[in-house]
């Protein structure tokens, strides 16, 4: 029997299990013997085989978003639109063949954007090329769905689906639980000081990590989670990525029609063919990337507002250090920092920790008293 034929042995035998806490503990086993095929079934076929064969496109810019939909929902329209890549179009399905990439100039930052051949459903099951583009999925920083408008509700269940099946999370956090492996000492399970479990049991845990043969492990638990969740951090191959639901051909809607789907979670309409929305969405693309703006400065000189850096929200002078060059780092003795970050109205001097917020102005020194950026161009 095939991983194919043993997925749909399993999810028929979970859809025939009734949901009760006699079979939950079965159903756990199940939910974990699923997971394990799925990976098995997205592994290389062999060691000569090219998973992602014409979709290996290297990651540059400051970001990437992974655009995925159906055939024929505007997607290279909209690659074409939004930057100044030409992506093949036609009025027929599967034009885009391979993953092809443009990049969305904003706010001094370079996203590169990917526009993925139509996924079809079984997509995780390798129909297609279904397994190329869900590879290229889990490189990315951000999902755009592009939907249909006119049959949004179908189209979105089927690619949440497939996404899901390939262990991508979408708008979802990683659950708050560490898993560490031993030697010895059996499995010992720690939960935080008044978190109660509704979902899961200490036995379904030992249940789950004993089928994966992990017998030495220490599990710390920070909040309450479900037994598809802790799977999931077993695994530790899920990707938790934000995604946005595009809507295109809001030409072809009512009012009515475009006003619900606007006002869905994580949600923006548009219209490739009209031009209708697109500037909102790059607007939302960067909101959703949390990318920060950084000004370095030279001593004596007004920063350069022309070419900002762009780094993730929550990084230090020392993820700055290493976007100017990474030898600075090693010769790091103090930066000034002067805007949002700073603690003072004037500049502020701090060591390579401090975290720093959007437009802020950095001069860097070096252990030799001058700023490393006095030496660049």
């Avoid at 540059?60 to 093949?88: E, N, Q, Y």
């Avoid at 999370?169 to 000492?185: E, F, H, M, S, W």
Wanted: aromatic letters at 6%; hydrophobic letters at 40%.
């Amino acid at each position: 029997m095939g991983v194919v034929e043993k997925i749909k042995e399993i999810e028929d035998e979970m859809m025939r299990t009734q949901k009760n806490k006699a079979t939950e503990y079965h159903l756990g086993l199940l939910k974990g013997k699923l997971a394990k095929l799925r990976m098995q079934l997205l592994e290389p076929t062999s060691k000569s085989s090219k998973p992602g064969e014409g979709f290996d496109v290297m990651k540059s810019g400051d970001a990437r978003v992974a655009l995925i939909g159906f055939p024929s929902v505007g997607k290279s329209t909209l690659l074409t639109k939004i930057t100044k890549t030409a992506s093949a179009t036609a009025a027929y399905e599967y034009t885009t063949l391979t993953a092809i990439p443009g990049v969305i100039e904003y706010q001094g930052a370079r996203i590169q954007l990917l526009d993925l051949p139509g996924i079809i459903e079984g997509a995780a099951q390798g129909r297609g090329r279904g397994k190329q583009v869900v590879s290229v999925a889990k490189t990315a920083d951000l999902i755009m769905i592009m939907l249909d408008a006119t049959k949004p509700a179908a189209q979105r269940a089927l690619l949440e689906k497939e996404l899901e099946d390939v262990g991508i999370r979408l708008n979802k956090k990683q659950p708050d639980v560490t898993i560490k492996r031993k030697t010895t000492g059996g499995i010992v399970i720690t939960k935080a000081t008044g978190i109660t479990f509704t979902h899961i049991d200490e036995k379904m845990i030992r249940t789950i990590l004993q089928s994966y043969k992990m017998h030495n492990v220490d599990v710390l638990i920070r909040e309450d989670i479900t037994v598809d969740q802790f799977i999931d951090m077993v695994l530790g191959n899920r990707k938790y990525t934000p995604c946005i639901y595009v809507y295109n051909k809001i030409d072809s809607i009512s009012m009515e029609q475009m006003n619900k789907l606007a006002h869905e979670p994580h949600s923006i309409v548009i219209s490739c063919e009209k031009g209708l929305n697109l500037d909102h969405l790059v607007d939302r693309i960067w909101e959703e990337l949390d990318l920060v703006r950084i000004y370095t400065k030279k001593r004596g000189q007004h920063p350069d507002l022309e070419d900002p850096l762009v780094v993730r929200k929550g990084a230090t002078v020392e993820h700055v250090c290493h976007a100017v060059h990474r030898a600075i780092v090693d010769k790091f003795k103090y930066a000034l920092v002067y805007g949002k970050s700073s603690k003072f109205p004037a500049e502020q001097k701090v060591g390579l920790n401090h975290i720093v917020a959007n437009d802020d102005v950095i001069t860097i020194f070096s252990e030799r008293g001058r700023s490393p950026l006095d030496g660049l161009n």
